[in-house]
């Protein structure tokens, strides 16, 4: 079974800190009046739902404070932001992902929870090298958010309310790549800086090449401040120590722990239809493959000529 539990994520956190107790007289009136606006707007789009603990979870406290953050106390801003967050969830059915719909997902090994930072964050290891391409757009969806919600589980439980995240580009190639679902993860990304970028303490990207540099620079100017400061680019492996204790980090990640992340599918027919999915992606990534050396001149040209531009704007 999954190390998530949904009934468990929904009961009252007694030992989370509550956000709203560290706002100022102004903040405190912005966050009532969001308060408000998110109670009214919740019992439109939950009118059908009988499930109380759904009502308790959209209008949480620390939630709201969070987008008032995330817009600089901008109540309409944060508002609007809400309004999307629980339009999609409601819309995928993110309250109802079972352990079938992202199982084979989750036992190839490309994302776990291991150990905690020095500020007792939960950690997340994200491996690429372990994605193998051909899972279907909506199941990648519910596969990062059930990672999410069970990260949102463990850093409640933990007294933080924080995550952090350790993305290891160590033996990443051209068979990771997956350009089918670079749309999907485009509005996942946007997603999550807009309503979990509050959750997360830092990102540790291991073994940034040049090259992923370069596209981060092109990516950066569209991310928010805060987000910025969250991501920490680690070029040292010995330098993770200066975040988790050893004991926290896998010995591959300059640490003493010899975690080994293993997950037994009990229905393995489930996998039958994904298989079959990366069988065919196969064909289109083999042919990616083999145009990729011939692009690769003409691709750093072109990323050239964005970032001399970048820094002309």
Not at 280 to 308: H, K, M, P, Y
Request: with cysteine.
């Amino acid at each position: 079974m999954l190390d998530f539990d949904q009934k468990k994520l929904n009961q009252p956190k007694k030992t989370i800190p509550q956000l709203k107790d560290s706002l100022n007289e102004s903040q405190t009136l912005k966050f009532q009046q969001l308060k408000q606006k998110i109670f009214d707007e919740a019992h439109k789009q939950l009118l059908d739902s009988k499930d109380g603990t759904k009502f308790e979870r959209y209008t949480e406290d620390n939630q709201a404070v969070r987008l008032l953050w995330a817009q600089d106390f901008n109540v309409e801003k944060a508002f609007t932001m809400w309004q999307k967050w629980i339009t999609w969830r409601l819309k995928i059915n993110a309250d109802d992902i079972k352990e079938e719909d992202i199982a084979c997902e989750y036992q190839s090994g490309k994302a776990f929870w291991h150990g905690k930072d020095k500020l007792n964050n939960p950690c997340i290891v994200v491996k690429v090298k372990n994605h193998i391409p051909g899972a279907s757009s909506d199941t990648m969806v519910k596969y990062v958010l059930f990672l999410i919600e069970q990260g949102i589980q463990k850093s409640e439980e933990a007294g933080t309310g924080m995550i952090s995240i350790i993305w290891d580009r160590e033996g990443f190639n051209i068979k990771n790549v997956d350009y089918k679902l670079f749309e999907t993860f485009k509005q996942l990304n946007q997603v999550i800086q807009d309503n979990y970028a509050e959750r997360i303490q830092k990102v540790y990207i291991l073994y940034p090449n040049w090259f992923f540099k370069t596209i981060y620079a092109l990516v950066k100017p569209f991310l928010t401040e805060r987000t910025k400061k969250k991501v920490i680019f680690v070029d040292q492996i010995e330098d993770m120590t200066t975040y988790f204790e050893p004991s926290e980090l896998l010995i591959e990640h300059g640490g003493t722990s010899a975690y080994k992340f293993s997950y037994k599918l009990e229905k393995k027919s489930l996998c039958q239809q994904q298989e079959s999915e990366q069988q065919i992606n196969q064909v289109d990534q083999n042919l990616l493959s083999n145009n990729f050396d011939c692009c690769g001149v003409q691709l750093q040209q072109e990323i050239r000529a964005d970032l001399e531009d970048e820094c002309k704007g």
